[in-house]
């Protein structure tokens, strides 16, 4: 059971990885063909936190798998998982961006599937819903780029 644990751990973050890299280099390029997420400054720096504190969930998230810590990674799972605050930051950040409101609320109940499981003690189940909330995660950063914009053009929106 060990060693399935710390190869799913090195594949979860092998694909984190992979993705978040490609996600770089992909915004490295004029060809960059994901969609703006239109942001006034002080939203843009929210969202970033937010992002910040999502990473920091799944590192907490990873040190839990180790020492199969259910409650650590059901506390972790609920930093991802779905809130009305959560619910309200996503619609209010989304509202003029067609599509990324219903990407991230997605993210955010694959995240609720981590705290059932932890709930349940199944490690292969916690796996499983970490490895769909991280792909919802990569699918969101790979369809959408921040673009910054005045607070007289968000009003306009």
């Given at each position: 059971?060990?060693?399935?644990?710390?190869?799913?751990?090195?594949?979860?973050?092998?694909?984190?990885?992979?993705?978040?890299?490609?996600?770089?280099?992909?915004?490295?390029?004029?060809?960059?063909?994901?969609?703006?997420?239109?942001?006034?400054?002080?939203?843009?720096?929210?969202?970033?936190?937010?992002?910040?504190?999502?990473?920091?969930?799944?590192?907490?998230?990873?040190?839990?798998?180790?020492?199969?810590?259910?409650?650590?990674?059901?506390?972790?799972?609920?930093?991802?998982?779905?809130?009305?605050?959560?619910?309200?930051?996503?619609?209010?950040?989304?509202?003029?961006?067609?599509?990324?409101?219903?990407?991230?609320?997605?993210?955010?109940?694959?995240?609720?599937?981590?705290?059932?499981?932890?709930?349940?003690?199944?490690?292969?189940?916690?796996?499983?819903?970490?490895?769909?909330?991280?792909?919802?995660?990569?699918?969101?950063?790979?369809?959408?780029?921040?673009?910054?914009v005045s607070e007289d053009v968000w009003n306009k929106l």
């Amino acid at each position: 059971m060990k060693r399935f644990l710390l190869v799913s751990l090195s594949l979860l973050n092998l694909n984190v990885f992979a993705q978040v890299n490609h996600a770089a280099m992909s915004s490295m390029t004029s060809a960059d063909s994901r969609k703006p997420l239109k942001l006034t400054s002080m939203m843009a720096e929210h969202q970033k936190q937010n992002m910040r504190d999502h990473l920091e969930a799944v590192r907490d998230l990873t040190e839990a798998f180790i020492d199969k810590n259910y409650k650590k990674i059901e506390e972790a799972g609920k930093r991802l998982g779905t809130s009305p605050e959560m619910q309200m930051m996503c619609n209010h950040m989304g509202k003029n961006t067609p599509g990324f409101t219903e990407m991230g609320l997605k993210m955010h109940k694959e995240a609720d599937k981590i705290i059932l499981a932890a709930r349940k003690k199944d490690m292969k189940a916690v796996l499983v819903a970490t490895n769909k909330t991280l792909q919802s995660c990569t699918n969101c950063h790979s369809s959408f780029k921040q673009e910054i914009v005045s607070e007289d053009v968000w009003n306009k929106l």
